[in-house]
């Protein structure tokens, strides 16, 4: 079955480069570990909250807002698609996503049509 890992956190701007390099190593790394694992997947980063668009229809009116859906101090940085046997085995590779040590990682299977 197939999950998606929706990585949450807060904007960090005042990454240095060698920060910003850091992280990019371990995500190599745990791009490295799971598919050693097994666990075949997909996923992206997200540019920077300030870059989305929202858009909503109502009553046949287009609204287009800037940001994110919800106001709120974290915000989606990029996502991964898991396929596991058991949501407990996505938990356990989502464990390993490095956002989730500064962050959130939300766990969801995806319906397959």
Do not use: W
């Not at 890992?5 to 480069?17: C, K, Q, S």
């Not at 109502?58 to 800037?66: I, W």
């Not at 898991?82 to 390993?96: L, P, R, S, Y």
């Not at 989730?100 to 397959?112: D, M, Y």
């Amino acid at each position: 079955m197939k999950y998606i890992a929706l990585i949450y956190g807060e904007d960090r701007p005042n990454m240095t480069e060698a920060e910003q390099q850091a992280e990019m190593q371990e995500y190599y790394a745990f791009n490295a570990k799971a598919r050693a694992r097994g666990v075949n997947m997909t996923g992206e980063a997200l540019y920077p909250v300030a870059t989305a668009k929202t858009v909503r229809v109502r009553d046949g009116k287009v609204l287009t807002t800037d940001g994110p859906f919800a106001e709120t101090k974290e915000a989606l940085g990029g996502y991964y698609v898991i396929e596991a046997n058991t949501i407990e085995e996505a938990c356990e590779v989502a464990a390993m996503i490095p956002g989730a040590k500064h962050g959130s990682v939300e766990v969801r299977p995806i319906v397959e049509f």
